[in-house]
């Protein structure tokens, strides 16, 4: 177990925020984290969980623990269905590294996912999301520590309550209370590539790949190419990704804007519902590339926030408030940021 006292956070967030904490710990078992939660410096702070920082604002230092899992291992478990595969994989290893792995070893289902930062064990906590698929369709369960008392639980996936960018980890009742120790996931042996989303068929055909031909790695390689087109690094520049979630609204609301707009892009979710890129929406207030001192808004997707060098959370903070003012005023949608404030 590493413990630090004073810790800089600038390089465990990705928009390179500098605030710092109190005590951070990073814990390499189950003993290690049951041990910490009986020290009497954690009880009386508060704690915060954090995976790879990558959807993160801090808008002050934080009086408090952070923790950090260093629980990376992934063993197959047994499964009684000869076409799947069921795998326990540690909370603190790399999305990605998984994701990269898992198609390595001809075990499929997340490739949609391919590239996405962070932690598996925030992957459940975010149920992420891309290119139509979503972490939580994969999930079978997820095996936690309860920051408080303890307790070991394993949430199985009907109790994780999977929905767009949420998970019962989210609620207001569960939030901060549990650390994602374990993800166990349900994969294919055989591949079925997830083409729903129509930028993927788009990319095939210029491609020239036909669906039906389309390799594990192909379908990979073409989602990554497409994200480091649109998306910035943060490596370069500061970001946590989307900043905003996708407003879902009614189709009334919908059929209102229809009438003012040669082209409103949308996604149909049900009958009553379709859901709006956010990314439209903050483009059509003429926000696409604007900034306001330190912070702005992303100059080819206006979804994500940058830091521009030294901003402040509280920077960020603001110029997503006057984004989220105007979409208000001209559209009447409210759109709620995706990141988690702390
Ligand atoms: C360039 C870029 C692109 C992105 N693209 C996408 C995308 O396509 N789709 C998408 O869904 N997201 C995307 N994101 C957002 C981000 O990658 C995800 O939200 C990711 O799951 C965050 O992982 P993390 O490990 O960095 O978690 P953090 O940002 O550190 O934490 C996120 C939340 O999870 C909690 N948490 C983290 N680890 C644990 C744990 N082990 N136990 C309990 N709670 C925990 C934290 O308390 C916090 O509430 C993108 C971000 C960036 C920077």
């Not at 915060?48 to 623990?65: C, Q, R």
Request: charged share 25%.
């Amino acid at each position: 177990m590493k413990i630090k006292e004073n810790q800089n956070l600038r390089h465990f967030n990705t928009f390179g925020i500098d605030a710092s904490c109190r005590l951070m710990v990073e814990y390499e078992s189950i003993k290690d984290l049951l041990s910490f939660i009986k020290d009497i410096r954690f009880r009386n702070l508060p704690h915060l969980h954090i995976g790879e920082g990558s959807n993160l604002l801090f808008l002050k230092d934080y009086d408090g623990v952070v923790l950090r899992s260093a629980i990376r291992q992934t063993r197959q478990l047994q499964s009684d269905r000869p076409d799947e595969i069921r795998l326990q994989v540690g909370g603190g290893l790399k999305w990605d590294t998984l994701v990269a792995s898992t198609l390595r070893h001809g075990w499929y289902g997340l490739e949609n996912l391919s590239l996405i930062p962070g932690t598996v064990g925030a992957a459940a906590v975010q149920n992420i999301g891309a290119y139509g698929a979503e972490a939580g369709d994969f999930i079978e369960s997820v095996t936690c520590i309860n920051l408080q008392t303890g307790e070991r639980r394993t949430f199985a996936h009907d109790e994780c309550h999977y929905a767009y960018r949420h998970s019962y980890f989210k609620s207001a009742e569960a939030w901060g209370q549990w650390a994602v120790i374990y993800v166990n996931l349900r994969l294919s042996r055989h591949f079925t590539p997830n083409l729903s989303y129509g930028r993927l068929r788009e990319e095939l055909e210029h491609r020239s790949l036909k669906p039906e031909q389309v390799t594990p790695q192909q379908l990979r390689d073409i989602i990554i190419d497409i994200r480091r087109s649109k998306l910035p690094d943060p490596r370069v520049q500061g970001n946590a990704g989307s900043f905003f979630k996708n407003p879902i609204v009614g189709r009334d609301v919908y059929e209102k804007l229809v009438k003012h707009y040669e082209r409103v892009p949308h996604f149909e979710v049900d009958d009553t519902h379709v859901k709006i890129p956010a990314a439209w929406l903050i483009e059509q207030c003429g926000w696409k590339g604007k900034s306001m001192g330190t912070a702005a808004v992303h100059d080819v997707q206006p979804l994500v926030l940058v830091n521009l060098g030294g901003a402040k959370g509280r920077d960020i903070a603001e110029l997503s408030e006057a984004v989220r003012h105007d979409v208000s005023e001209r559209f009447g949608i409210d759109i709620q940021p995706e990141v988690n404030f702390i």
